[in-house]
T-cell receptor, first 115, second 117 residues
Framework: AQKVTQAQTEISVVEKEDVTLDCVYETRDTTYYLFWYKQPPSGELVFLIRRNSFDEQNEISGRYSWNFQKSTSSFNFTITASQVVDSAVYFCALSRNNAGNMLTFGGGTRLMVKP | GAGVSQSPSNKVTEKGKDVELRCDPISGHTALYWYRQRLGQGLEFLIYFQGNSAPDKSGLPSDRFSAERTGESVSTLTIQRTQQEDSAVYLC???????????????FGPGTRLTVL
């Protein structure tokens, strides 16, 4: 069985602070994919990143960065210099390889960035 | 191009009535997924279609829930004899077929908010 845990249900920061959202996963598969999605107040999920289990290189995209560590089964997401527009619920998700691709989601972390 | 669309955006119904939710995937996306999101929670997988067949229905919560898909296009999720616990946002997503390297990102629709009174 697969499981994704986002222990932080809610985080509040002041604009320009850095913030890290934690994600820990469980799977018995050796090949799998990890994702982060953003759900702004409008409700529509926005894809942020996809990472396969063989690629442990950290990735940076503008103010966003991701730290994938297989040894601790974690795929954490950091926003640098947060902005009010970053306020949203962020979901970490896991899918198996070539097995229908359905996503197992964590419970989400609500990020509130205050001006 | 157009994204995933869902209708209706909101549906209020009385307990015991049947409802039908519709999803139009992105053109060319043969894989289609239904998820349910209860208030303040993460998404739960319901069913997956590859083309018009459903290899995985494991997430459907009860036999009151069913779904079908016409070809590689529109899908409908039907909930019969709705209960209050069915109240949630139902999200549809589509993707290129699993197995194509680098292409199993799912694109989500805006969802249908279902309220059962």
């Amino acid at each position: 069985a697969q499981k994704v845990t986002q222990a932080q249900t809610e985080i509040s920061v002041v604009e320009k602070e850095d913030v890290t959202l934690d994600c820990v996963y469980e799977t018995r598969d050796t090949t799998y994919y990890l994702f982060w999605y953003k759900q702004p107040p409008s409700g529509e999920l926005v894809f942020l990143i996809r990472r396969n289990s063989f690629d442990e290189q950290n990735e940076i995209s503008g103010r966003y960065s991701w730290n994938f560590q297989k040894s601790t089964s974690s795929f954490n997401f950091t926003i640098t210099a947060s902005q009010v527009v970053d306020s949203a619920v962020y979901f970490c998700a896991l899918s198996r390889n070539n097995a229908g691709n359905m996503l197992t989601f964590g419970g989400g972390t609500r990020l509130m960035v205050k001006p | 191009g157009a994204g995933v669309s869902q209708s209706p955006s909101n549906k209020v119904t009385e307990k015991g009535k049947d409802v039908e939710l519709r999803c139009d995937p992105i053109s060319g996306h043969t894989a289609l997924y239904w998820y349910r999101q209860r208030l303040g929670q993460g998404l739960e997988f319901l069913i997956y279609f590859q083309g018009n067949s459903a290899p995985d229905k494991s997430g459907l919560p009860s036999d009151r829930f069913s779904a079908e898909r016409t070809g590689e296009s529109v899908s409908t999720l039907t909930i019969q004899r709705t209960q209050q616990e069915d109240s949630a946002v139902y999200l549809c997503a589509s993707s290129l077929p699993p197995g194509l390297a680098g292409n199993n990102e799912q694109f989500f629709g805006p969802g249908t908010r279902l309220t059962v009174l």
